[in-house]
Nanobody, 135 residues
């Protein structure tokens, strides 16, 4: 069973920075994607950034150039560095994992075909961490 735990949320002023951390425990066999998503109230969960097996990344247009997702192998940790935060970034941020079903295609993985910002394709989710950005 895979478990994900997020941390690092908080309150900052616009222009500030935060780094979110997602630590994964349990057994992850094969290839996988890790994604960060965010949600405001009852709105649909939005994909923010994803990282795949070959560390290829994908970002929402709204965060490109400001957010960076990275994977640190120690403790199976994925970070989301958020710079130049804006009030519109205020949300609950979730870490999610998708186990890529076989057969695995290296070409598809490198193209980012597996790690798309579609919440329904991610089976494992953390409890969320709140980010508040004030103007």
């Amino acid at each position: 069973q895979v478990q994900l735990v997020e941390s690092g949320g908080g309150s900052v002023q616009a222009g500030g920075s935060l780094t979110l951390s997602c630590v994964g425990t349990g057994v992850i066999d094969g290839k996988f994607c890790i994604g960060w998503f965010r949600q405001v109230g009852g709105k649909e969960r939005e994909g923010v950034a994803q990282i795949g097996t070959y560390r290829n990344t994908r970002y929402a247009d709204s965060v490109k150039g400001r957010f960076t997702i990275s994977r640190v192998n120690v403790n199976n940790t994925v970070l989301l560095q958020m710079n130049n935060l804006k009030p519109d970034d205020t949300a609950t941020y979730y870490c999610a994992a998708r186990i890529i079903p076989p057969p695995f295609s290296a070409g598809a993985a490198k193209n980012g075909d597996y790690c798309k910002p579609v919440p329904g394709t991610y089976a494992y989710w953390g409890q969320g961490t709140n980010v508040t950005v004030s103007s």
